[in-house]
């Protein structure tokens, strides 16, 4: 865990992607670097890769080619020639071809769609609507009513604040508002959660609310909590819903050596290593038994085959790479479509896995941070990884390794000293200005984690930096608060 050299650039860009060279060793490093037919740009972290062995590339096609169908005429004289018979089996040869190229590409054609907005400048942190098809005029959001094709209309209407608050979006005026506890059940909560990925809930309970306005549960029956609640001037006693879905962010260790040193078992349970054709490339979070987040730029455009799911494998408990349970599999890859590879403005990816995940001592989620929740500069984090251990590395650490690092505010990250205005309001900075501490190659994708009243929230993902842990070079990572819609959305879309 430190971090890289820097390399050319165009200012004041410091962007970052995946290696996806093979493995180096037994275990590919990753970086936030420079992919296949990439040139490295400013502040990139530069991998040292062993000698290359050509990966099997993915190519994208819609229609057969011209010189496809001219081949089968071409072997095939008859084809141009008046025979009936040739000239269908040249038609039906080419009808063959496109086929196999089409569906063969879908998985890719499909995950390149999802991120199809990768150069995007929006940076509202909006869910996106994945082109949907909504009817002109006449969509209510947050009603209950399905009114676009694919349900986006429903999607961002639930969120939680400080002491996991429920809060519904109203369709009246687009406002959240807290659920009344009063005619709540356990079937809500659980339904509540289902409908946000996380299959039940974990905890309900009451807790004080100073809103004049809140949200009674009614007997109406609806697919959505949105569309189970109604306006109400008041709660009874000001109690409202306080929810959890997963429990999450708990140690079966504690002990921890500030400065940098290797973990021990049980000690980040939600952290993940992400093997590409079976290497080690990113690192990743446990968020949900179906879900892992990680960073987009794990998944470069300019190699397909990275998009696909069936080529990555997740391995969670591990504090070593030499010490693997059975992995998880990849049921899909999410790539946030505004997701900008110049600026590496919210660098997020969603994975949805093929089977729940079943949570033990060495295996555990980290908590999502709830909506706006506050982490100061100069509050004392901790991030994890398998990344290098020394800036320039040419392999990543066969141990899982943690550092403490401190909350950076915005505004000293972005002093001309610093990142000089690179920072956006989608990334966090943490680390030590003097140097000495940080996360490196390798380490992309793993968590930032908090910790509050003796439970870890999942702050920011590893995403970029200049060098590791050079002065005044501290960790960049994607905010994930600011991203929260985002999540929830597509956890949504994806619910098992």
Sequence with gaps: MAKLNQNEAPPPYYSVAVHTQPPLKSYEEVVYGVGPGQTAANQHYVPQYAP??????????????????????????????????????CALLSVAIWLAVRFGTALVTQAIINNNQQTSGDTSGRPPLRNDTCPVNATIECDGVRDCELGSDEMDCVRFISGNGLQVRTAEDGRFLPVCFSGWNQSNADQTCAQLGFRSSFISKNMSSQDS?????????????????ELSSSCQDQSTVSLQCVDCGRQQSTSRIVGGSIAQRGQWPWQLSMHFRGS????????????????????????????????????????????????????????????????????????????????????QPACLPVTA????????????????????????????????VDIIGRDVCNNPRVYGGAVTENMICAGHLEGGRDSCQGDSGGPLVCQIDDVWYLVGITSWGAGCAEINKPGVYTRVNSVLPWIYTNMQFESP
């Design 213 to 229: 306005l809140g949200l009674r549960v009614t007997t109406r029956l609806s697919e959505t909590i949105q569309g189970q609640v």
């Design 373 to 404: 929740q506050p982490f100061a500069h100069g509050t004392t984090c901790w991030t994890s990884g398998f990344g290098t251990t020394e800036a320039g590395s040419g392999a990543v650490s066969t141990d899982l390794m943690e550092v403490t």
């Design 52 to 89: 290359p062995v050509a990966a099997p590339q993915v190519t994208q096609s819609s229609t057969p080619t011209r010189s496809k169908r001219k081949g089968c005429c071409d072997r095939n004289a008859r084809c141009y020639g008046g025979s009936c018979g040739a000239f269908l089996l």
């Design 280 to 363: 080690h490339v990113c690192g990743g979070v446990l968020i949900a038994p179906d879900f892992v987040l990680t960073a987009a730029h794990c998944f470069p455009r300019s190699n397909p085959s990275m998009l696909l799911p069936q080529f990555w494998r997740v391995y969670g408990g591990a504090v070593s790479l030499n010490n693997l349970s059975q992995p998880f599999l990849v049921e899909k890859i999410v790539l946030n479509e505004n997701y900008n590879n110049r600026t590496n403005d919210q660098d997020v990816a969603l994975l949805k896995l093929t089977a729940p995940v079943d949570f033990n001592a060495d295996v």
